[in-house]
């Protein structure tokens, strides 16, 4: 395992690499086919969009909030009985900024300059940087592909697990778009118990899984909420990134911790956007089924592609990604990004920015339509870049 303390460097020089070589493919007239930013465009339901409309149109409605309205915690609570049988409490309830910022800000309700938080490797940045920020120490535990690039709790050593105070878990998995199944979840709870380790789950993705089945929430799993919490968001499932709409779920005493620390930097979430959350979880559900068929679509006409053209790339099982090994001659995903914008317009980011763990693979986003997704298949192929 590979342990980061606060204060080292984060190495973020990749981005700022495809931003400037983006910036100069537009420039000379390129057209590019940015698949690096996993942003929807897909459009929200009009429901939603009339819900914040009418909010806003009314001055009451600009005041501190300062917590969830009735109406927003009786959606989640129905929300999450309907879709993950889970029965919620008030006091397990409570709206974040995103789960970006949640995780972000989590830690501080419970960790510090003592305690080690373990993390994926590879896994979403946030992951790492949020305990980071508390002053923690992050233990890297790996992913692999031989494991479908799930949690092997056997590469956690016992002296490691007894000093963790959290770990972060999230599935279907950014970057890698692989799932966990129920009985992964089950042994997830029964570690955390023997170890006294808090779970932090990020579950954003439930609602696109690609294989056909439906997504799981850790809080189903008996003896969850004892253990952990989950952060759940309504910006992907819903094509609502702009509003920020997430919230915190599962264990009141983390979640009342989490609020006070919250209270001191945060005055609650704006009464139109909570509006449109109601709007989107008691509404037609459409939208739900109509998102996943999208991405489907889309996951099929990359990697079904580029499989015709001599790239193994794996179906996505989750998430709105793509998780490919890169050919074999390069000496580093770097590289292989690079070479392929230059060479196609195609722009997608390399796996080593997710950890050490990812070196040798990238990720796409499925942020076009499939005609799109075709062109750049095309692209590729004509390119040469598979052959060398």
């Not at 980071?132 to 697990?161: C, H, K, S």
């Not at 969850?224 to 989950?230: C, D, L, N, P, T």
């Not at 997430?246 to 005055?267: K, V």
Request: hydrophobic share 40%.
């Amino acid at each position: 395992m590979q342990f980061i303390k606060a204060g080292e460097p984060a190495d973020s020089n990749i981005f700022n690499k495809l931003d400037e070589r983006k910036r100069r493919l537009l420039a000379s007239g390129r057209d590019v086919i940015n698949l690096s930013i996993g942003t929807p465009d897909f459009q929200p339901d009009r429901h939603v969009m009339e819900a914040v409309s009418r909010a806003a149109l009314d001055p009451e409605q600009y005041k501190y909030s300062l917590t969830e309205t009735r109406a927003l915690l009786d959606a989640v609570q129905g929300w999450y009985s309907r879709r993950y049988g889970v029965q919620l409490a008030d006091e397990e309830i409570m709206a974040v900024c995103g789960s970006q910022e949640g995780i972000a800000h989590v830690g501080f309700a419970f960790a510090g300059p003592n305690d080690l938080i373990l993390a994926p490797d590879p896994g979403y940045p946030i992951f790492s940087f949020g305990p980071l920020m508390t002053g923690a120490t992050v233990g890297l535990y790996p992913l692999r592909a031989e494991n479908n690039w799930q949690l092997d709790f056997a590469d956690i050593p016992e002296e490691v697990a007894s000093r963790a105070k959290a770990m972060v878990v999230s599935y279907p998995n950014n970057p890698t778009a692989s799932v966990a199944d129920r009985s992964f979840y089950e042994r997830l709870v029964a570690y955390a118990r023997e170890h006294q380790i808090i779970i932090l789950h990020d579950n954003a993705y439930s609602d696109l899984l690609l294989n056909g089945e439906q997504g799981l929430s850790f809080l189903s799993i008996p003896g969850a909420k004892e253990v952990g919490i989950e952060f759940n968001s309504l910006s992907k499932t819903y094509n609502l990134t702009g509003m920020r709409v997430s919230f915190t779920l599962g264990n009141r005493e983390i979640i009342s911790r989490f609020r006070a620390f919250r209270s001191q930097i945060d005055y609650g979430m704006f009464y139109p956007i909570q509006a449109g959350a109601v709007a989107a979880l008691t509404g037609p559900q459409e939208i739900v089924a109509r998102n996943r068929q999208g991405y489907m679509a889309r996951r099929d006409a990359l990697c079904g592609g580029l499989r015709k053209i001599g790239w193994d790339v794996p179906d996505a099982q989750g998430t709105m990604f793509v998780w490919a090994r890169i050919p074999e001659r390069f000496g580093s995903s770097v590289e292989f990004v690079l070479e392929l914008m230059e060479k196609t317009g195609v722009i997608c980011v390399p796996g080593s920015a997710f950890g050490g763990q990812g070196e040798g693979y990238v990720r796409f986003a499925l942020v076009v339509p499939p005609e799109r997704m075709r062109e750049a298949v095309e692209r590729i192929a004509e390119s040469g870049i598979l052959k060398g």
